[in-house]
Structure formats: structure tokens, C-alpha cells
């Protein structure tokens, strides 16, 4: 089992930055692909960004590239998401997920951390 906390969220203006974390339980979180996700209120959850197992690779959803940069810390099992320039249509859940078996599909999902962006 791979538990997943997320933290770092809030309400902010738009234009202000966040940065979120997710912290992962379990031994072998350099062998995870770990992604981030985000579902707005009515929506699909929608893939944001992801992370390769040691960080050489990473990818973005066209809306966000630019704006945001995902990162991890093996040695303290954790992933980050650097939100900048951040705009109302940015306003989700915003999940952490873990793919343990890349590239099998992300098995693990956190409970999610509201972000709120205000005009």
C-alpha cells in the first residue's frame, strides 16, 4: 500500500504563486512515476503534470506549461507542483497520483488539496 498526502493549498489572488507537495509512504518511491491531477467543480478530472522516476522527464497539460513545474525529492518521498501565474481557471482539487509498476497507470491517488483562485 502507497498512502499519498497532499498539502499547500489555499486561496490566493490570481496572479499569486503555490506550491503544492505530496508526501508518499513506502520504500520505493524512486521507482514511481507520480503525476498530478486536478478536477474543478462539474469537470472531469483532468491530467496536470507528471514526473518521471528520477526526474529527467517530465510532462504538462498545454494549460498549465509555463506556469507550473513539477518536481520530486527521492530522499524525502516527496513530489511538488510549483503553480505560477495562477488564473481562476485554475481553481480544482488538485490530486497526487502514483504510478508503483510505470507504466502500468497510476494506482494511487491522495485525497486531494483545494486550490481557489479569486479574480
Known amino acids: 500500500q502507497v498512502q499519498l498526502v497532499e498539502t499547500g493549498g489555499g486561496l490566493v489572488q490570481a496572479g499569486a504563486s503555490l506550491r503544492l507537495s505530496c508526501a508518499a509512504s513506502g520504500r520505493t518511491f524512486s521507482s514511481y512515476t507520480m503525476g498530478w491531477f486536478r478536477q474543478a467543480p462539474g469537470k472531469e478530472r483532468e491530467f496536470v503534470a507528471s514526473?518521471?522516476?528520477?526526474?529527467?522527464?517530465?510532462y504538462y497539460a498545454d494549460s498549465v506549461k509555463g506556469r507550473f513545474t513539477i518536481s520530486r525529492d527521492n530522499a524525502k518521498n516527496t513530489v511538488y507542483l510549483q503553480m505560477n501565474s495562477l488564473k481562476p481557471e485554475d481553481t480544482a482539487l488538485y490530486y497526487c497520483?502514483?504510478?508503483?509498476?510505470?507504466?502500468?497507470?497510476?494506482?494511487?491517488w491522495g485525497q486531494g488539496t483545494q486550490v481557489t483562485v479569486s479574480s
Open positions: 497520483a502514483a504510478d508503483t509498476r510505470p507504466p502500468g497507470g497510476y494506482d494511487y
Open positions: 514526473i518521471s522516476r528520477r526526474g529527467f522527464s517530465t
